[in-house]
Each structure stands twice: as structure tokens, then as C-alpha cells.
């Protein structure tokens, strides 16, 4: 209560953040009349209450309005992005919004749908909805640019995800991200009938962006010392190999790659240092240098092209820059929950992105436990002092963030503090340099120079980096938490402040009952999380495989006649595989025998359980005198038969198709399993599937 009445937005901001919870899980805004009708009622009866000096009606119906006002937006939000796609193929006019991007074996094109032709007329809608549409990767598609107007055949279909446990909801993610569906658009079904060359304001910023990263290309910088200094200074990070994001990631200085609140705040320190001697100077100076300090910030997002974590940070100082206006200190909690108030309120749906969360939960741990954790040394020497500082910020923001970051990407890296010793005083000077690099650009050969000696900058960084990864114990990985996990350490962080701030022995006594709820929590949840043996098949595309699961941390993936690949499957499955706290599964191919398991000619036996892998014609023709019973028949890619080629090999009692199974020759396996009155089971369709033992 203390804090409440300390911190009145914080009163706002709850009601708030729940109506944006509620309204993104259930999409269905009320009609804008009524709304606004039902908010005007209301804040008349608000109106009364404060006269009649009702402060509990008054506060819980302040509630009540902010939440609905929560719900509304961001319902709102959810839903126009909704797309009532036709069941079937149809010929849509369509618009590339983005520039292509190339994948691993298509090329993305995020394109705005114009409309669609249905006979001779062009039915247009209201609101040109956003689709992301993959092309085969050939000369003709190499061609595409942004602002091409296509004439594409296609089917588009809504956003969906693959059914497998614990994966990434990509569902969800896109439609928040303002995406509307997917569709895949095969060679000969497409083509150009114009160009449009007007550009929206985010994207020239995306050209200016492009431009300054090949000035970089042209001063000597290459390989992961352009790619990365690109991501320091520009937010580029669409080049960043996989070394590079693995050491950064191990070292726990990621967030050094991300473009976000930390490089803004150097930027905003940095012009705070510069104009403070002029205000302190003329006080009446203050607040054109402030509104100046909030043009310089927006002009460098400008030049990361608008990113929506720049956006968000950039939003986030200039609200903080003006809220100092009021107070000598440039940073305080209320501003902090203000800010925070505000960006909702016009964005609601960035309460789910990872990078805002990260944002504002590190500033407020720095804000409430760096102080005490600074004042528990004191030392004289000057740099002792910046390094106990620099410490305790990292701590501060390592406890705020440590609950989220082991939720979203099960990884703890042990050498936090040595990074962030060593990498945020490096991203500093780096990205100060940049700046000076950019206006030196009328003196190009002094430029150049300079830029050598920032290129190596970059290297002594990512070397320095590559050093701690490589230290022992460098990372804890593979830890699951789930929702509950993150809860309950927020509320026991939130206790251990309440009785660090106002100590008392029943605080305490509340700390504890929070800090042993949170541990009985996972517990728990490690117990039920424990799996069951049986046998998984997973909705992975070109990547056929039995999963073999035995009750414990052992587990065997089978393939057809190779190895499969674990490494596409474990970019879908490895959440799931980490709550489940599995080791990293054996590979078992065709030949393969054991005590535990057999596989051979595409029969794998397992548990009394017995799969045939069906990937080829191997069978066709062939007859026993006998039929095998088969508990699972598993159908993949390069099988054109039918059951009734198989029916005197085998007796099945289970069909299940991988996905890369789909067209023709599945249907007609579908209607013979119909017509035989066997069960079956497609993965792209149903999701991932589980026969337990």
C-alpha cells in the first residue's frame, strides 16, 4: 500500500495492463458507439463520486475505465488485422511493402493485398491487409523489388501454427505484428504488372539505413565486424552470423546486438553531458535544449529505420527528457511508470513485446535496487568507484530481467558481470566513435583512417567476448521456467524491495512465504513435466522422424534411410524438449539395433510398439502369408501407393502422414483409411501427435 500511495500511476497502469491481457486473448471489441457511449456514463457517475467524496467508488471505477479502455484497444487492435481469406485459390493484386528477404529455401516478400479479382472486377477493401508470400528462390523472383505491384494466383490462408508442444506462437505473434496471413506462391503463378515508387516515411528511413551501412562496406569494414558494428549503430542485424550471435548470446551481451534502450541511453547521457553546463548556465535554457536533446534522438531512429524497439526506447527518453523539465533528476520511478502509462495507451499491444518488457522491467530494477546495492561500499579512488557503480547497474538490471530471459530463451549466463565490465564501457566508445565517423564525412580521408581504428575497436570487442564464452561453466542452459515461475519471482523481488525499503519483521515474513512458493512452484512443475514413455511424431516440414521417448532424459530420434535433422527439428521442439529436461536425443538410421530399440527396413520396434516408416515403394508388390500387425503406419514424402498395395504386408492399426506428406496421394490415403474405418492422424493439419505406452 505504501508503494500505491507512493506511486499513483502504478494504480493506473495495472487496471490498464489488464484490460490489454484480456483484450488480446479475447479479440471482440465492442462497437465504437457503444463504447464510447458506456465510457461517457461512466465518467459522469466518476464525476458524482469525486463530488460526493466516494474515493472507493471513485478509485475502482477509475479501474474499471481504464481496463475497459485496455480491452477495447487492443481487441481493436487483434481484430483488424483479420483477413476473411476465400477457401479456395483466387487472383489478388498485390503490393510489395518490403524489401524481399532471402531464405533458406524461399524468398519472403511482405506485400500488401490491394484486392482481389473475382471475374472481370477488382473488389477492393478498406484497409490493404498485410501478407507475407514465399516465392522459389530462381532468377525471376531475384528480380522482385519493393514497391513491385504483382498479379499473384494463390491461396492465401491465415496465420496458424504447426501444433507441436511448447513451440513459439507464431499465430499470435504476427497478428500482434499486424500480419494477416501467409500464402505460398509456386513459380508461373505471378507476375509483375507495375511498379509503385512512393515510399512511406519508415521506409526511406530503411533507405537512409541502407545507405549508411554501405558507407561502412566502403571505410574497410567486413565479416562480423561490419555486421556487428552495423547492429550497434544502425540496428541492422539481418547479417550477423551464427558465431557471432552464439558468443554475444553465451557471454550474456546480447543485449549489446539488440539496438534498444541501452544504446539510446548512451546517446541520451552522452547529449545530457553536453548541454547540462548550458542550462546550469541560463536556467530559462533548459527546455529548448531538452526539446532539441528529443529531436537528436528521433533524428538517430530515423537513421536505424524507425525499428520498433528504437521507436519504443526513443518514445520512452523523450518522455523522460520532458518529464525532467519538472526535476532535477533525470530519471525517476514515477517518470519511468508515466512513460510507460502513456506508450500503452497509444500502442497496447507493445505490453508483448520481448524488447519493451526487457526495457522497462531492467530500468526499474536499476531504479529501485541500485542504490541500496551501491551504498553497501563506498570507495574513495575515483575508479573504483565508476567500476562498483558499473556493477551494481548490471546486478540491478540482471535481477530484473533474469526471470524473463530464462522464460523466453532458457539460458543464464554465469559471466554477466565480467561482460558487462568489459562490453557496455566498449559499446559506449564505439558508439560515440560512430557518431564522430559520420561527421567526419566531409574529410574522407581522415574518415577512413578513423575508420580503421574503429574496425579494430570492434574486433578487440568480439575477441574480448569470445574469450569469456570460452571460459569454463560460461552458460547454464537448457533451463525451463514457465509463467507461474515468473510470476512468483517477480513477487518475491518486489517483497525483498519492500523489506529492503521499510523493514519489518512480518515483511520479511512475507518474503520468505513468497521465496518458498516460488520454489515449491518449480518443484511441482518439474514433477509433472516429467515425461511418459511412448513415441512422438512432430509437424517439422522435410524432416521425417520418430521420436522415441523412454521416461527418463534419454531419448532416440529415428529417421528414414539417413540420420534426420536435428537441427531443423530442434529449432521447433527444443522448448519442448527442455520443459520435458531431456539430454540431446540419439540419432538412429535404418540397421540400427539395441537393447532399448531396432530399426530396420523401415520397421522400427520400440516399447512393443511397432512403426513402419513408409517413404519409398519398397513394399509395393511384395506379399506374406501372413500380415504384420502394425501399431503405427508412418507415411512420408516418396510414397505413391495406397493401403490397398500394402494390405496383405501389413495390419494396421494407425495412419499418421508427415507433413511433408500433403497433394494428391494423401487424400487418397485419407478416403481409403475412411472407407476401412482406420484411425489416422496428419501432421500438418492436426498438429504434433503422442502415443503414450
Not at 386 to 396: C, D, E, I, N, R
Not at 493 to 516: H, I, K, Q
Request: aromatic letters at 12%.
Amino acid at each position: 500500500m505504501e508503494v500505491l500511495r507512493r506511486q499513483p500511476f502504478l494504480r493506473l497502469l495495472f487496471p490498464l495492463v489488464v484490460g490489454i491481457v484480456c483484450g488480446d486473448a479475447f479479440p471482440h471489441p465492442f462497437p465504437w458507439g457503444c463504447f464510447l457511449g458506456g465510457a461517457a456514463l461512466w465518467l459522469l457517475l466518476l464525476y458524482v463520486c469525486h463530488h460526493r467524496c466516494w474515493p472507493t467508488l471513485l478509485g475502482g471505477g477509475t479501474g474499471v475505465l481504464l481496463a475497459s479502455i485496455g480491452f477495447q484497444l487492443a481487441a481493436w487492435q487483434v481484430s483488424v488485422v483479420a483477413y476473411d481469406c476465400p477457401s479456395g485459390e483466387a487472383v489478388y493484386h498485390v503490393r510489395i511493402a518490403e524489401h524481399p528477404e532471402e531464405k533458406e529455401r524461399s524468398r519472403l516478400c511482405p506485400v500488401r493485398v490491394q484486392g482481389v479479382w473475382v471475374g472481370d472486377s477488382l473488389h477492393v477493401g478498406r484497409r490493404p491487409p498485410l501478407f507475407l508470400l514465399y516465392f522459389p528462390k530462381d532468377s525471376a523472383s531475384a528480380r522482385l523489388r519493393r514497391g513491385d505491384e504483382l498479379l499473384v494466383h494463390a491461396r492465401l490462408s491465415p496465420p496458424r501454427n504447426n501444433g507441436n508442444p511448447d513451440e513459439f506462437d507464431y499465430k499470435r505473434y504476427l497478428c500482434r505484428q499486424g500480419g494477416s496471413g501467409t500464402a505460398y506462391v509456386p513459380a508461373g503463378r505471378w507476375r509483375v504488372v507495375g511498379h509503385d515508387s512512393a515510399r512511406t516515411f519508415r521506409q526511406v528511413a530503411l533507405d537512409y539505413r541502407a545507405e549508411v551501412v554501405s558507407l561502412y562496406r566502403r571505410l574497410g569494414f567486413r565479416d562480423d565486424e561490419l555486421t556487428v558494428f552495423s547492429a550497434l549503430t544502425v540496428g541492422d542485424q539481418d547479417h550477423l552470423s551464427e558465431d557471432i550471435l552464439e558468443t554475444y548470446s553465451v557471454s550474456g551481451a546480447s543485449h549489446v546486438l539488440s539496438l534498444s534502450g541501452l544504446h539510446i541511453g548512451f546517446l541520451y547521457v552522452l547529449l545530457v553531458f553536453l548541454l547540462r553546463p548550458l542550462w546550469a548556465w541560463r536556467r530559462w535554457l533548459k527546455a529548448p535544449l531538452m526539446f532539441g536533446l528529443v529531436l537528436a534522438l528521433w533524428a538517430f531512429a530515423f537513421f536505424t529505420g524507425l525499428a520498433s524497439p528504437v521507436v519504443r526506447s526513443v518514445t520512452m527518453f523523450s518522455l523522460l527528457a520532458l518529464a525532467s523539465l519538472q526535476s532535477e533528476k533525470l530519471l525517476t520511478m514515477h517518470s519511468l511508470l508515466a512513460t510507460c502509462f502513456l506508450m500503452l495507451l497509444v500502442q497496447p499491444l507493445w505490453l508483448f513485446e520481448v524488447s519493451f518488457q526487457l526495457s522497462f522491467l531492467s530500468l526499474a530494477a536499476i531504479l529501485l535496487f541500485q542504490p541500496p546495492l551501491y551504498r553497501l561500499w563506498q570507495p574513495r579512488n575515483r575508479l573504483l568507484r565508476y567500476v562498483w557503480g558499473l556493477m551494481t547497474v548490471s546486478v540491478a538490471a540482471q535481477a530484473g530481467v533474469a526471470p524473463l530471459v530464462l522464460f523466453y530463451f532458457g539460458r543464464f549466463s554465469t559471466h554477466f558481470l565480467l561482460s558487462n565490465l568489459f562490453v557496455v564501457p566498449m559499446a559506449s566508445l564505439i558508439l560515440y566513435a560512430a557518431v564522430l565517423l559520420l561527421l567526419l564525412t566531409p574529410f574522407p580521408g581522415v574518415q577512413s583512417a578513423f575508420a580503421g581504428v574503429l574496425d579494430r575497436l570492434v574486433w578487440w570487442q568480439n575477441e574480448g567476448l569470445r574469450w569469456v564464452e570460452r571460459l569454463p561453466y560460461a552458460s547454464m542452459d537448457d533451463i525451463w521456467v514457465d509463467g507461474g515461475d515468473v510470476v512468483l519471482s517477480y513477487v518475491f523481488l518486489a517483497l525483498l524491495y519492500g523489506c529492503c525499503r521499510w523493514f519489518t519483521p512480518r515483511r520479511v515474513g512475507w518474503m520468505l512465504l513468497s521465496l518458498l512458493a516460488a520454489v515449491s512452484w518449480h518443484a511441482v512443475s518439474m514433477v509433472a513435466s516429467r515425461p511418459e514413455p511412448g513415441l512422438a511424431f512432430y509437424n517439422v516440414s522435410r524432416t521425417p522422424a520418430v521420436h522415441c521417448l523412454g521416461g527418463g532424459r534419454a531419448s532416440w530420434l529415428v529417421g528414414t534411410d539417413t540420420l534426420p535433422d536435428v537441427e531443423r527439428i530442434s529449432r521447433s521442439l527444443a522448448p519442448h524438449w527442455r520443459r520435458l529436461r531431456l539430454a540431446d536425443p540419439c540419432l538412429v538410421a535404418d540397421g540400427y539395433a539395441d537393447a532399448s530399440l531396432s530399426v530396420r527396413d523401415g520397421i522400427l520396434n520400440y516399447g512393443g510398439r511397432r512403426v513402419c516408416i513408409l517413404h519409398d515403394d519398397r513394399w509395393r508388390g511384395k506379399t506374406a502369408s501372413v500380415p504384420l500387425p502394425v501399431d503405427y503406419l508412418y507415411v512420408c514424402r516418396g510414397y505413391k501407393g495406397t493401403l490397398h498395395d500394402l494390405e496383405r504386408l501389413f495390419a494396421v492399426d494407425f495412419v499418421v502422414f508427415d507433413a511433408s506428406f500433403t497433394g494428391f496421394y494423401r487424400r487418397r490415403m485419407e478416403e481409403e483409411c475412411l472407407q476401412r474405418g482406420i484411425p489416422c492422424h496428419a501432421l500438418d493439419r492436426d498438429g504434433a501427435y503422442f502415443a503414450a505406452f
